[in-house]
């Protein structure tokens, strides 16, 4: 079903916590909604599954408005971040709760709870308390719960955040597939970019309870619409220097590069991955010092002083370079963004007002 | 060291005695013949048992009805106290009410308990007597379940609030409705909780004097702590028949704490969060 969010807006007392968010999500998309510890990622979810109220705008499901509908006849299914499972239940009483409470009959329940069971590998843990499971293991019991009936779309809550980095990486690669399985519309909160870049066939980036930047996660990367997104997308963090642009320069403290634009005062956002860093002088290249490297096996990441700038690059992993070692930078000015200085735009795109 | 053990085991030992020391005496005097009761100096363990007390008091006299009253009216209270207790300590904790009212009214609740019981046996007497419900179990299941209401609604306010709210949201996401989701997931989670409030409840149900007292006098309707004080008279005093009503009146309540001791442990809703 496609999910459909028009200028909802949520205050708790005097504060706006979700402020005039409108987002249409297409039928079986997986999208993620990404922000910052305390943007209103939850409070956006709890509204769609009807845990809490609007305070202004619409909420549609399919061509459904509902705002008014009780959570209960909402079709939804949640994963909450606390997995939620009832603990004086057994797994296979937990996973077949919701076709208890439809009054899906005992031989029907059985089978489809074996079935999801089976497909997320649970099948011994089903005479078992949640308290005798790992986090892990609870996550996918949750998962199960949600999967075990056909709901208009799945909401997850920042369902892996408790998991080791590890099992993390695990069970987001099942996450996609099985998403890519039962093509049910999926709407996944998250503060880690790296997961929201890897599941997302869409990502919603949110700030402070508004919407930045609503894209495939290609042009979140390469396109972000303003400061906010740019530093926030990607690992390690864009580069920004604050400057201007005067007579086809940029002028920062002691960096001075040629930029085709008109004049006005800019920040230059570069990623780590376009400023290449060489210990042999080179003709137009920047002079740097290096601040500390850190050898991550497969590449180099190699933080830099240029005067009062700090700028990190991604470098080969046989990279080599002492503390305080000078070297030299060039930045490929073509890849580079280019912000309004220290001010960043909300993102009000034409074509995103639905 | 060993020292305070001692001075702990003592104190102890002493606490002991003096909260069993009336339960022996009681149990004796009911199993002595009325010369055996007033020896002197007292027969602690030598004499001759005998059963005639209990005969008199539960074949003689009415006692078997006062026994029965006493169960009714603590069994039927308690259950109203509880379901109507559980359901507004449920709402209390689970809504915001405007004008802070939620707050409010568990105070106001409470406050209910909080004058001495004497001051509302007249106006209760005068309002029973214009219901004509003098002298019915009617009268003491509706005072008990009012008198036992705020101390439900108090305990289980707090078991509720130990609840954790995702499992309630996660039940009605899943399809359920509010009642459902009460009834299937938060009151198996309180149940120890419950079952601790019941005991609470029916012990003061069954151990109510002064309302018992005022509102009931006849045979029919009365309790078993009334009917057992009605053989203080004028002209004797039945030790014997009292102290054997008194042993089968502790019984049921005894019996029942100790059955219910499992339960009045808790620990049920550990692991329903991720940690
Ligand atoms: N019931 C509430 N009453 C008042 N303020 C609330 C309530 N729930 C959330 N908030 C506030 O709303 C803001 C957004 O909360 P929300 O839980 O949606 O953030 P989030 O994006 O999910 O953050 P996180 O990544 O930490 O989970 C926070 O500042 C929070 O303090
Ligand atoms: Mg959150």
Same mark, same amino acid.
């Given at each position: ?39 209103g ?18 909420i ?9 509908v ?23 009483e ?66 892996l ?19 890519h ?15 929201a ?37 990607g690992?390690p ?8 642009? *005067?007579?086809? &320069? +940029? @002028? ?6 040629? =930029?085709d $634009?008109?004049? %006005? ?33 497969? *590449?180099?990441? &190699? +933080? @830099? ?6 700028? =990190?690059? $991604?470098?080969? %992993? ?25 001010h ?11 | ?27 004796t005097?009911s ?8 020896a ?120 509720f ?29 309180v149940?120890?909780?419950?079952a ?8 003061v ?71």
């Amino acid at each position: 079903m496609s999910i459909k969010f028009k200028n909802v807006t949520k205050s708790f007392g005097d504060s706006k916590v979700v402020d005039d968010f409108s987002l249409k999500i297409e039928d079986g998309e997986f999208v993620v909604l990404l922000g910052p510890s305390g943007c209103g990622k939850t409070t956006t979810l709890r509204m769609l599954a009807g845990l809490e109220s609007v305070t202004s705008g619409d909420i549609y499901v399919g061509d459904e408005r509902i705002n008014d509908v009780p959570t209960q006849r909402r079709d939804l299914a949640m994963v909450f971040q606390s997995y939620a499972l009832y603990p004086h239940m057994s797994i296979a009483e937990n996973i077949a709760y919701p076709l208890r409470v439809r009054k899906v009959d005992r031989n029907e329940r059985e089978q489809r709870v074996a079935r999801v069971a089976k497909m997320l590998e649970i099948e011994p843990l089903l005479q078992r308390k949640p308290r005798q499971l790992s986090g892990g293991e609870r996550q996918r019991v949750a998962l199960a719960r949600a999967i075990v009936r056909e709901p208009r779309a799945y909401l997850m809550d920042e369902p892996l955040s408790n998991l080791d980095a590890r099992l993390r990486v695990q069970m987001r690669g099942e996450l996609k597939r099985l998403q890519h399985q039962l093509g049910t519309t999926t709407i996944y909160v998250t503060h880690d970019q790296a997961e929201a870049m890897t599941l997302a066939s869409r990502v919603a980036v949110m700030k402070k309870g508004r919407l930045q930047q609503f894209d495939t996660p290609l042009n979140i990367y390469n396109h972000p619409a303003n400061r906010f997104v740019a530093e926030f997308v990607g690992s390690p963090s864009m580069n920004l220097i604050d400057g201007k642009i *005067e007579h086809g &320069v +940029f @002028l920062s403290d002691s960096i001075k590069i040629p =930029i085709d $634009r008109s004049d %006005a005062a800019v920040t230059i956002g570069l990623r780590p991955e376009h400023v290449h860093v060489s210990t042999a002088p080179l003709d137009g290249a920047i002079p740097a010092s290096v601040y500390v490297t850190e050898l991550m096996g497969n *590449e180099t990441f &190699v +933080f @830099l002083l240029v005067g009062p700038h700090k700028i =990190i690059a $991604r470098a080969p %992993a046989d990279f080599r370079a002492e503390v305080n070692c000078k070297v030299w930078l060039r930045l490929e000015t073509d890849k580079a963004h280019f912000f309004p200085k220290e001010h960043s735009t909300d993102y009000t795109d034409q074509k995103q007002s639905v | 060291m060993k020292r305070t053990r001692i001075f702990r085991t003592g104190w102890l030992v002493l606490a002991l005695v003096a909260a069993l020391a009336p339960v022996y005496w009681m149990l004796t005097i009911s199993l002595k013949t009325e010369v055996d009761q007033f020896a002197i100096p007292p027969k602690w363990f030598s004499f001759t048992p005998t059963l005639q007390h209990y005969t008199d008091a539960f074949v003689t006299r009415s006692f078997g009805q006062y026994l029965l009253t006493s169960a009714i009216v603590a069994v039927v209270s308690t259950f109203f106290a509880l379901l109507i207790g559980t359901l507004a300590a449920y709402a209390l904790t689970r809504f915001r009410l405007p004008w802070n009212l939620d707050h409010k009214l568990s105070l106001w609740i409470l406050s209910t308990r909080m004058f001495p019981a004497i001051v509302t046996a007249v106006p209760l007497f005068l309002m029973m007597r214009d219901l004509r419900l003098l002298n019915t179990k009617l009268a003491l299941i509706i005072v008990y379940t009012a008198f036992n209401l705020p101390f439900v609604v108090w305990m289980m306010r707090g078991f509720f609030a130990e609840v954790p709210r995702d499992l309630e949201e996660a039940a009605l996401v899943d399809g359920d409705s509010r009642l459902g989701a009460l009834v299937r997931v938060v009151l198996p989670l309180v149940s120890p909780g419950l079952a601790a409030t019941a005991v609470f409840c029916l012990i003061v149900s069954w151990n109510e004097f002064l309302f018992a007292l005022v509102l009931t006098q006849t045979d029919a309707a009365m309790t078993l702590p009334v009917g057992i004080a009605g053989r203080v008279t004028q002209y004797e005093i039945k030790w014997g028949v009292m102290s054997a009503a008194g042993v089968v009146a502790m019984m049921p309540i005894l019996v029942f704490a100790l059955a219910m001791q499992r339960y009045l442990v808790r620990g049920l809703s550990l692991g329903a969060v991720k940690g």
